[in-house]
């Protein structure tokens, strides 16, 4: 599985929009690019995922380089419920295997 | 629609009691996951069964046997609970569309061993 890079922390100020980086250098043409939060205490939520394409959901837009080793999720108005942990994880699909491992993550603080 | 039900939400227990942990979900999911979660650390994977009637090893599997009695239901057993299983605990199902695995995640179930 490829592995992916992200930076411990954030901030951003509430209403603007919050991007967050992730590298992935190694990933493999078959892999997903996928994004989950964690707010505190509460189980890991789905936001969104991508294999090439950009893709847009009501929660997040995903920006995926064109040589696809790195992506962007942005937030496009955070709110302070936004505050969280961010995971990017990249998988393979269903015939590949089915475990999504998480990282240590993102701590995405939006400030009044 | 309930998603992913874990019970119980909180838990203290002695040094080598047993516990069971449920986790049913209602959406016609193949695959359940069993996760754990010590303070500020990001999810392990203790077990996962990708149908019914299997089950494989994830990360950290040592201390723990799981049991997939139906497509529904997914349980997570302690046999001879330790401090180091302290955590909370976290059971999922996976959705597959487009050839992505999405996971739904129930609410946790916290695990204190004194």
């Known amino acids: 599985d490829a592995k992916t890079t992200q930076p411990p922390s954030m901030d951003c100020a509430e209403g603007r929009a919050a991007n967050l980086p992730c590298n992935h250098s190694?990933?493999?043409?078959?892999?997903?690019v996928y994004w989950y939060r964690q707010i505190h205490s509460q189980g890991p939520q789905y936001i969104i995922h991508?294999?090439?394409n950009n893709e847009t959901n009501e929660m997040a837009s995903l920006i995926i380089t064109e040589d696809r080793k790195s992506s962007t999720l942005i937030l496009p108005h955070a709110t302070l419920r936004d505050t969280a942990v961010y995971y990017c994880?990249?998988?393979?699909?269903?015939?590949?295997?089915?475990?999504?491992?998480f990282g240590a993550g993102t701590i995405l603080r939006v400030k009044s | 629609n309930a998603g992913v039900t874990q019970t119980p939400k909180f838990q203290v227990l002695k040094t080598g009691q047993s516990m069971t942990l449920q986790c049913a979900q209602d959406m016609n999911h193949n695959s359940m996951y069993w996760y754990r979660q010590d303070p500020g650390m990001g999810l392990r994977l203790i077990y996962y069964s990708a149908s019914e009637g299997t089950t494989d090893k994830g990360e950290v599997p040592n201390g723990y046997n799981v049991s997939r009695l139906n497509k529904r239901e997914f349980s997570l057993r302690l046999e001879s609970a330790a401090p180091s299983q302290t955590s909370v605990y976290f059971c999922a199902s996976r959705l597959t569309y487009s050839g992505a695995n999405v996971l739904t995640f129930g609410a946790g179930s916290r695990l204190t061993v004194l």
């Open positions: 991508g294999l090439k």
């Open positions: 994880i990249v998988r393979a699909g269903e015939e590949y295997g089915n475990k999504l491992v």
């Open positions: 190694t990933i493999s043409g078959n892999e997903y």
